[in-house]
Each structure stands twice: as structure tokens, then as C-alpha cells.
């Protein structure tokens, strides 16, 4: 079961799919900077390392992983997560309920709803993020698993060198690679026959502005539910709490499911 892709991008559900205007704007700053080739050295840097690594190849390890945990997460899974982050968004939306400010509002904005558009082309589209090279069912289907595997690996590249580095504008950077990811999906759309796929990006690139500011958001009250950030009042430790008793209802589902199927193919196997 591929619960990786799962959890980094299935996306809880309650509010419109409208960034408050704090992470909107930090994100269209973001957006400007890469468009204005702030970042282009940083790029460079991700492109080196990975022809590196694929001249290397030291991809194989990351390739295995996909080719023996592609299957998607589970029904059972998918139906948990899914309730826990319900009941999570209307925890954290009852919290600021009556609440103004800059917290209160990246309190909502990590609770943000995509439209339900943009849920259909993510689940269309998750195989690139899971899948081998190759084992696509098109040339389109593969152009988008090389990209998936590229840009998994440029991010797997920049939290190793975050292990050993300290880097100020992490969060940034692993926000612009998905812009850069993105940018590379529509252009190897452009060519792409199956008009489905095609669509399906262009949605996502649509919406990924509203998408990075609801992960952004998110990122940030996860500092207080880790304990790397101390809550400064009782509204932060109320969101800490409630983010923190989510993930580990998460860790339980997910221990629950594994051990149901290890049992399920132990009694087979009897």
C-alpha cells in the first residue's frame, strides 16, 4: 500500500477553495521571485545533481521503491483519512471561529477545500508520483512519471542537504521546485495526444497557487503541533493540539491497516 503520495497530497475538505489574503499574497511573492529567476541558480543546482545522479545511477534505489509499492493506499486507508481530516478541519475552524488576525486566518487557509475539479485531476493524476519509469499505459503517461521521479528526487536532494545545512528559505525552495515541476508538466503537454491527461494538468496548474498557500499554511501550524515552535497563547495550543492528535490518529489508522493485511495474507497463506 503507497500511503507517500497519499498523505502528502490528499487534502481535507470543509472550506472554499480560496486562500485568505495573507497566503495568497506569500505566495504570489514567491511566484515572482521564481518567475524573475531569483531561483534559477538553485534550479541549476537541482538539475546538476540530478543528471549526476542519473549518470550514476543512483536513482535505481528510488525506481525500486516504485516499482514494488506502487499499488495505491487502500479503500479502508483512503475512507480514514479522509473522516480524520474532516473532523480535524472542523476543529480547527470552530477554533477560529470568532477569531481575526493573521494567525486566525492561516488557521483557515490550512484548512482550504480544492474544488472538487481539482480532486479529480489529482487522483487522475497520481500515478506520476508513484509509478516506475515506464510503466505508463502512453508516451504521455510516461513523460509524466520521468517528471514525477525527477522532481521526487530533487526533493529528496534538498531535505538531505537541509540535514547537514541549515537553509533559511527551505519551505521556499521545496514550493518552487513544484512550481518548476508544474512548468515542466504543461510544457510536455503541449504535445501530449490524450486530450484527458492534458486537461487534467492544465487544471492543476490552474489551481496551484491556491494549493501551495494551503500547504504553506499548513507547514507553518505544524511547527506548533511538532513542539519546534512554542504556542504563544491559548488559540495556538488549541490548533497544536488539534493537529497533533490528527497525526497520530493518522500513525493508528495506518498501524491498523498494515497489521489487518499481514493478517489477511498470513490466513491466505495458511
Request: aromatic residues 4%; charged residues 25%; without cysteine.
Amino acid at each position: 500500500m503507497n500511503l507517500l503520495f497519499f498523505l502528502l497530497t490528499a487534502t481535507p475538505a470543509l472550506t472554499p477553495n480560496t486562500a485568505p489574503a495573507q497566503e495568497a499574497v506569500a505566495e504570489q511573492t514567491l511566484r515572482a521571485a521564481y518567475q524573475s529567476g531569483k531561483y534559477d541558480a538553485f534550479l541549476a543546482d537541482m538539475d546538476k545533481a540530478y543528471k549526476k545522479a542519473k549518470a550514476d545511477n543512483a536513482l535505481e534505489g528510488l525506481i525500486d521503491i516504485r516499482k514494488t509499492h506502487a499499488a495505491p493506499a487502500s479503500d479502508q486507508f483512503v475512507q480514514g483519512y479522509e473522516s480524520i481530516q474532516q473532523e480535524k478541519n472542523a476543529a480547527l475552524l470552530a477554533a477560529v471561529k470568532d477569531q481575526d488576525g493573521l494567525f486566525a486566518n492561516k488557521v483557515r487557509a490550512a484548512a482550504m477545500m480544492p474544488s472538487s475539479q481539482e480532486l479529480a485531476a489529482e487522483k487522475a493524476l497520481s500515478f506520476m508520483n508513484t509509478g516506475a519509469p515506464g510503466s505508463g499505459n502512453s508516451v504521455d503517461e510516461n513523460a509524466l512519471l520521468d517528471i514525477g521521479l525527477e522532481f521526487a528526487y530533487k526533493t529528496i536532494h534538498l531535505d538531505s542537504m537541509a540535514l547537514t545545512n541549515k537553509i533559511s528559505d527551505l519551505k521556499q525552495k521545496r514550493m518552487v521546485l513544484e512550481m518548476a515541476r508544474m512548468d515542466k508538466m504543461l510544457a510536455a503537454s503541449k504535445s501530449f495526444e490524450h486530450k484527458a491527461l492534458k486537461a487534467e494538468v492544465a487544471i492543476l496548474a490552474e489551481q496551484q497557487d491556491v494549493r501551495l498557500a494551503r500547504v504553506s499554511a499548513l507547514s507553518d501550524l505544524k511547527l506548533l503541533a511538532n513542539g519546534k515552535v512554542k504556542p504563544a497563547n491559548a488559540l495556538e495550543e488549541q490548533v497544536a493540539s488539534v493537529l497533533a492528535n490528527a497525526s497520530q490518529q493518522i500513525a493508528d489508522l495506518h498501524r491498523d491497516v498494515m497489521n489487518a493485511e499481514l493478517k489477511a495474507v498470513e490466513t491466505v497463506q495458511k
